[in-house]
């Protein structure tokens, strides 16, 4: 009964179905070329809390509210709660479940956190440990750079490769049944560590983790790129997603026609001034549940993989020396497609 | 096929087995009441490494590698790593996982990561996910001072409520077979929070999330105290211990005869001068791995009930204000009563 594929990867044989997703986002990805797949769109980045962290923390509680009333359920209906941020010890995520009466389960995988919090979604779903479980995740530009980075009010330049940490919380309710977009194939990635040490260069340092597990995902299923009508990084951005898609190549995978990176998507990086892109946990969390399962929702595309991608560093680790180990998971998610196949 | 019992828990029924555990000490802890059980103590808690995170790392890393050689396996055999630590970003873990080539799932659950751990991974065998999973965590005391409260060097007085992080890491290894101690239930818990703001008595914050837990286990699976040689809470401490076996005796559960708490236990709290006793995630993973599976395997604990109790705050949600948020899970380890009771 076991249900692995190949090395890394395992099958879904009862195919749990996301029922619901909800993007929240803030004023900025509002205005960006995905509004108009996003549900909910702050007007200011505070929404009326005294700090920004109580503002993401806000942010992925309406996000998982709001998706267990689109399904027509109660928090009792719910099984897990499985969900993660960038905060230290996941205040966003620990605070807004606080407030939500579910059994919960906190992940920790920087901005892999979407396709983390999938995957193991998933698999309690499909091993009978749950009815229903949500999957959620959340970022904010402001609380992000004054951890990470410098506080706001220092008005630091951004450097060509920096990226921007998206401001949003996606949540997705999986369940046993329906007719939804259902996960397939979870593939956990391993840790890559290319000895990249600079912090405005996330996308570089992530891109090897993102190359070895859709490769390893190729290799375990049999599958070409072929298969999909999208692959999608997290949050790789312009520079990371350009290293990703020559890398495939030299392992043999061309997926240059089908393959976007979420943080390249989410802003006008030129109007926006973003550099190189979005980022964080709240990128591939908004962009799949807004942009991705909406389109498939629509027929528009029946085969995704989602391959958020994280960077694991911390602003100690990087005082004391240490490069920037990233991770990336890829979740396989279809509707409307031939499921025998 | 559900594996649902009652509200919040979830039965086994392939009885994962944790076939080899390791436990990495500081000399603080080697030098306790639990020394004789713990299998590596270190000599410095440095460690020969350039910081206290690193060390932290690097006892993670000895605790995995030493469990995979306990039972004569490869990495390339274990199919996931499953671990998490209190440190920002999960440094620990991460670097460790870094070194390590298994695919690799952080979590972070404050002080309850090894119950937490240990339910996903246990969970994973029992899906049908993997042959093989590790359940791992650590803290380090040095590490875990300067990042809370205040770097050891301000020498601040510690209060009559304070506890002391355990400098440690325990790894768990599990698999589908073998005649080891099992894990039968698993019991995710809710977050509690019953406005205890005071970071320098934890157990009282987290007291609440394990007399839910604990009771709803109960609940769940029918069982009474009187079916555990053994209920261990992760690290209430002194006064924690208390007023969870007060309250639950006020739910009619009397506990007392059979009641350990790991922080309670793992210091001479007199004469180790550790206040109310140990905390952080290192406690129950090494009084788990060490006192606990000695015992169970030696025949002297059949029926074990480990409650890793976490304290969710962080300094920045401390400091603007938030009160402290607990939670516990609940693992029911057996081995060697009647199985199909």
Redesign the interface.
């Known amino acids: 009964?076991?249900?692995?594929v190949g090395k890394?990867t395992?099958k879904l044989e009862s195919k749990p179905k996301i029922i619901a997703t909800t993007s929240v986002v803030g004023p900025k990805e509002g205005k960006g070329p995905l509004k108009d797949y996003f549900d909910i769109i702050l007007q200011d980045d505070l929404d009326g809390k005294?700090?920004f962290?109580?503002a993401e923390s806000s942010m992925m509680y309406k996000a998982i509210e709001e998706t267990i009333k689109k399904a027509n359920l109660n928090e009792q209906d719910i099984?897990?709660l499985v969900a993660?941020d960038l905060?230290?010890?996941?205040?966003a995520s620990?605070?807004a479940?606080?407030d939500i009466?579910?059994?919960?389960?906190?992940?920790?995988?920087?901005c892999s956190t979407m396709s983390?919090s999938l995957?193991?979604s998933s698999?309690?779903i499909?091993?009978?440990?749950?009815?229903y479980a949500i999957a959620a995740t959340s970022s904010h530009f402001s609380a992000a750079e004054r951890?990470f980075r410098v506080p706001l009010e220092m008005g630091s330049q951004r450097t060509p490769t920096a990226q921007w940490t998206v401001t949003g919380s996606g949540a997705m309710l999986l369940a046993k049944e329906g007719n939804y977009p259902y996960t397939t194939h979870v593939t956990?990635?391993?840790?890559k560590?290319y000895g990249k040490t600079d912090t405005n260069d996330m996308g570089s340092a992530m891109a090897p983790a993102a190359v070895d597990t859709i490769k390893q995902h190729f290799q375990d299923t049999g599958r070409t790129p072929k298969y999909y009508d999208l692959i999608a990084t997290g949050d790789l951005g312009q520079l990371g997603k350009k290293i990703t898609q020559e890398l495939l190549k030299e392992y043999g995978y061309d997926i240059s026609n089908k393959y976007i990176d979420c943080g390249d998507e989410i802003f006008d990086k030129e109007k926006q001034k973003t550099n190189c892109g979005g980022s964080g946990c709240g990128c591939s969390a908004v962009v799949g549940c807004g942009y991705i399962y909406k389109n498939m929702m629509q027929g528009k595309l029946k085969r995704v993989l989602l391959v958020s991608t994280g960077a694991?560093?911390?602003?100690?680790?990087s005082l004391?020396g240490?490069s920037i180990?990233g991770?990336a998971h890829a979740v396989s998610i279809e509707f409307g497609g031939n499921q025998n196949e």
């Open positions: 009964m076991s249900k692995r890394q395992v005294e700090s962290e109580k099984n897990y993660g905060l230290n010890q996941l205040s620990n605070f479940a606080r009466d579910i059994p919960f389960i906190g992940l920790y995988g920087a983390e995957s193991i698999m309690i499909d091993g009978g440990f749950a009815d951890q956990i990635g391993k840790i560590d694991l560093m911390s602003p100690t680790s004391q240490e180990p991770i």
